[in-house]
T-cell receptor, first 111, second 115 residues
């Protein structure tokens, strides 16, 4: 069966460090993968999309890598700030443009 | 651009009553909208896909008679939770696709509490 797995344990890092979150998937052949941010009690907010033929994508302090051989995406936040604290979700699109989400990883950036 | 407005943001209702949640695309036409449910500390689970002018497609295990979805126009989709019970208490989120399906924008969610 199809699975998208993210580290369910919260990631605590110090302000200024780089946060790295992992998304692994099985039984998918995605054309692209997306990352979202979700704050408590709010809907997800789109951050980045990376296509299967792209190895890396950057947007300001964010960087996403996509390894279709390993079936893995890494999401990096450089120079992290307390305001980056949130839950980060990866998502893959399947048939009918339906998005399936990973379990999410909660990031806490401490002063 | 590509904003989805969802209302209400929270609602408390009595067991046995029905609740309607609205999702509007403000600055684009949403041919397809999606409805998700999220329980505490869990991920979003897709409930159904609604296409304008046709019946919604429900995911396995989602009761179509309990969760009524209407997508009567290109800018409005509604989810009605009928005969709500405490186990229906959850966070409901709508989403719409744009840019040929590459982009997805989400509503701010509705916290439903059934007492």
């Amino acid at each position: 069966s199809q699975k998208i797995e993210q580290n369910s344990e919260a990631l605590n890092i110090q302000e200024g460090k780089t946060a790295t979150l992992t998304c692994n998937y099985t039984n998918y052949s995605p054309a692209y993968l997306q990352w979202y941010r979700q704050d408590p009690g709010r809907g997800p907010v789109f951050l980045l999309l990376i296509r299967e033929n792209e190895k890396e994508k950057r947007k300001e302090r964010l960087k996403v890598t996509f390894d279709t051989t390993l079936k893995q995406s890494l999401f990096h936040i450089t120079a992290s700030q307390p305001a980056d604290s949130a839950t980060y979700l990866c998502a893959l699109a399947g048939g009918g443009n339906k998005l399936t989400f990973g379990t999410g990883t909660q990031l806490k950036v401490e002063l | 651009g590509a904003v989805v407005s969802q209302h209400p943001s929270w609602v408390i209702c009595k067991s046995g009553t029905s609740v309607k949640i609205e999702c509007r695309s403000l600055d684009f036409q949403a041919t397809t909208m999606f409805w998700y449910r999220q329980f505490p500390k869990q991920s979003l689970m897709l409930m159904a896909t609604s296409n304008e002018g046709s019946k919604a497609t429900y995911e396995q295990g989602v009761e179509k008679d309990k969760f009524l979805i209407n997508h009567a126009s290109l800018t409005l989709s509604t989810l009605t939770v009928t005969s709500a019970h405490p186990e229906d208490s959850s966070f409901y989120i709508c989403s719409a696709s744009y840019q040929g399906g590459y982009g997805y924008t989400f509503g701010s969610g509705t916290r439903l509490t059934v007492v």
